[in-house]
């Protein structure tokens, strides 16, 4: 499952690395080309919380399948069609691809795995994705210029193909888990607690996006390394996605969880240093906090996805869903907040706005906790 979640991240997010070469073969401009990620993104937010809402009747083996081979055609696809509409029909089908896979890939975890052993399994599922943008994307890029785009999404559908297959030969037959349907969905809607629950995930997407998503101009302002910069951000994320399934067994979901919230509180400002009259990070500390920034707040879907399965067992899966659809709004809004403030205020506060947006999500999550405490659900 981890693999599928390497997969399909490196589906999403290889247009964005890959982007100038495709619109040169394709004939179109970069703006025209960016609605390839927007489709993506989109198509991801609405599509998750439905489709798995509607296909709760499925067995989860062959939904993940189905799934993977969502995403693999849709590769197959964008890598051989020269057409820009066919290829963004494509992408809406990976999306819808991703949207289930992940979501269900969690809540198939949650079902077989021992409560003991659930939090580090998760973490092994998760860090596919964070695996994806520190290795599979610099990938697709390596093999975008040594070969061609269309490559690039050969090689998606080639190790997608390989995913399912491990799939069909290792995961059981039989996973019972909680039936969903679109009343799920509905009822989900109207629990102000988990719409409180997953609204913290958007908040953290936001603050995360919001700075990163700039990272490289921001960089090169201070004189730093771009790729370093950004190879280090890649190799927290993967190694927190592998250690906080620990740190969550250890500490607890709720401890967890304000450890990577907290964690962008106290870092973010740091890229706003010259607004109190102090000297910019110099590259090698811009380094240094890339990592510890996504090292720490990299793996806290983790504890997320925990805390809304243990609370919401009988609709867990149409919850990630709408996990995984904050997860995408918080990345759309990050970006244009990011532009606003760089546009209105110049880069120097991105980590003021970025660490403001991250405290909103710990204020969130804190009157979160209330709620579930007060419904007599704490942990």
């Known amino acids: 499952m ?3 979640n390497f997969v399909v991240g490196t589906s999403g997010f290889i247009v964005v690395s890959i982007l100038p070469a495709i619109t040169a073969g394709l004939g179109i401009s970069l703006a025209q080309g960016a609605l390839l990620f927007t489709i993506y993104a989109g198509a991801y937010a609405i599509g998750s919380p439905l489709l798995i809402s509607l296909t709760g009747g499925i067995g989860r083996r062959l939904l993940l399948l189905a799934a993977l081979a969502m995403v693999v055609v849709s590769a197959l696809v964008c890598a051989f069609t020269r057409s820009f509409e066919v290829m963004l029909a494509a992408r809406a089908a990976a999306a819808f691809g991703g949207g289930l ?7 198939v975890v949650f079902a077989t795995v021992p409560e003991p ?5 998760l973490g092994l599922v998760f860090a596919g994705l964070q695996l994806s943008q520190a290795v599979g994307l610099p990938l697709g890029v390596v093999i975008a210029h040594q070969l061609s785009w269309p490559a690039a999404f050969l090689t998606v559908a080639g190790l997608g193909a390989l995913s399912a297959a491990g799939l069909w030969w290792t995961l059981p037959r039989r996973v019972v888990v909680p039936v969903t349907s679109l009343g799920t969905l509905l009822d989900a809607g109207r629990d102000l607690k988990a719409l409180a629950a997953v609204t ?3 908040l953290h997407a936001c603050a995360l996006i919001l700075c990163y998503g700039l990272i490289a ?3 090169m302002r201070h004189g730093g390394n771009v790729g370093l910069t950004v190879g280090a951000f890649g190799v927290g ?3 927190a996605g592998l250690m906080m399934g620990l740190v969550t067994q250890r500490l607890g979901a709720v ?4 450890i990577a919230l907290g964690s962008q509180v106290a870092i973010l400002p740091v890229l706003s240093l010259p607004l109190v009259g102090i000297a910019p990070l110099p590259g090698s500390l811009l380094i240094v906090q890339a990592l510890l920034w996504h090292l720490l707040a990299g793996g806290m879907m983790i504890p997320q996805q925990i805390l809304l399965m243990q609370r919401n067992p009988e609709r867990g899966a149409v919850v990630l869903g709408l996990n995984a659809t904050m997860n995408y709004l918080g990345f759309a809004l990050g970006s244009g907040l990011g532009g606003v403030v760089v546009a209105g205020l110049g880069y120097d506060w991105l980590g003021v706005a970025g660490g403001a947006v991250a405290g909103l999500a710990v204020f969130v999550s804190v009157h979160s906790e209330r709620l579930y405490h007060r419904a007599g659900l704490g942990l």
């Open 2 to 4: 981890a693999t599928g």
């Open 101 to 107: 896979y992940t979501p269900v890939a969690a809540s």
């Open 117 to 121: 052993r659930r939090g580090r399994a």
């Open 200 to 202: 913290i995930m958007a």
């Open 217 to 219: 101009p921001l960089v």
């Open 237 to 239: 994320g993967v190694v």
């Open 255 to 258: 401890r967890a969880r304000m």
